[in-house]
Each structure stands twice: as C-alpha cells, then as structure tokens.
C-alpha cells in the first residue's frame, strides 16, 4: 500500500484533528522493540473488522471488495498526495496497492479504535516487509482510518498512510 510515487496535495483538516487526538501515532521510538497491543474499544470493533477487510480484500487481489469499502468522497492521503474519491483511488493507486499487498507481509504491532456514534476512527502501527518490484520492502507503518457506519455498515471516509525506514 505504500508507494513511491508521491501527488501533491493540501493538508486535510480532519486527518489533523484525528492525528492529535490519537496517542497511537505518537512515534515513541523507546517504544518500537517493546509494543503493546493497544486496545479496540468494543463500540468500534465491528469498524476494525471492515479495515482488516479492506487489507485482506487488497491482499487477495479482490480490487471490488475493497473499493465497496471505501466511501465514495473517500479522501487517501500518502506521503503527501491525495486521492480524493473512490474513483480516483480506483483509477490510480489501487492496482499497484493490490499487488503491493499481495508480495508483501504486514503486521499490526499496536492498534487503538474509538467510536462516537456513527464515526469511528482506527490507527495501526505495524511492519512491512517482503519484496516488490525487485526490491526489498522493510517500512515501519502508521495508518489512520476515519470510517462512518451507514445503512449498509462502516465505511472507510479517509485513509492516512504512513511509513519509514526502521532505524
């Protein structure tokens, strides 16, 4: 999911407001060999469920499976660029995200989940590891997901991808 080819883009209000109301993103490197495992709480559980399917539907290649989980004004950010629908999403970064996935490995090292109402916001800090492109993938992870349940259930409305070298 972490690609290399950057879009230009603003800043989203929302993301800063989820950002600093998340302890999860704090990048506490005394932290990075000794993780926790954070907690879901159990109003937002069911919306974790509809993220690790939206990785697993990316993993599996099932590109329809992960785009109905996404809103339709979905907003993607990524190492500073900007997807700002489902459409974009689909005709620009999903394929290579898909694959990106399929060739490489993720854990999830620490999550956090809240929910308030019908809004919900999970982050993950994790590793990813493998080989794309020919290349070896070695990124420590951060990802915020804002998701807003509707009639048909959780709905991803904003992604923030984030990654580094380890040190």
Not at 21 to 48: C, K, R, Y
């Amino acid at each position: 999911m972490f690609r290399t080819s950057p879009a230009l883009a603003p800043s989203l209000a929302l993301s800063l407001i989820v950002l600093s109301a998340t302890p999860a993103f704090a990048q506490d490197h005394a932290h990075e060999h000794a993780q926790t495992a954070g907690s879901v709480a159990a109003e937002a559980a069911a919306a974790a469920m509809s993220v690790d399917a939206f990785h697993a539907a990316l993993k599996g290649g099932d590109t329809a499976a992960a785009l109905a989980l996404l809103a339709p004004d979905v907003m993607i950010f990524e190492e500073g660029g900007a997807e700002r629908s489902r459409d974009e999403y689909a005709s620009h970064h999903l394929v290579s995200d898909a694959a990106f996935s399929a060739a490489s490995e993720t854990t999830v090292t620490r999550r956090s989940g809240w929910a308030d109402g019908d809004i919900a916001w999970i982050t993950s800090e994790g590793r990813t590891t493998g080989q794309f492109n020919g290349r070896a993938v070695d990124r420590l992870t951060t990802e915020t997901m804002v998701l807003k349940r509707d009639a048909d259930g959780w709905r991803i409305r904003h992604i923030h991808w984030s990654s580094r070298t380890p040190r």
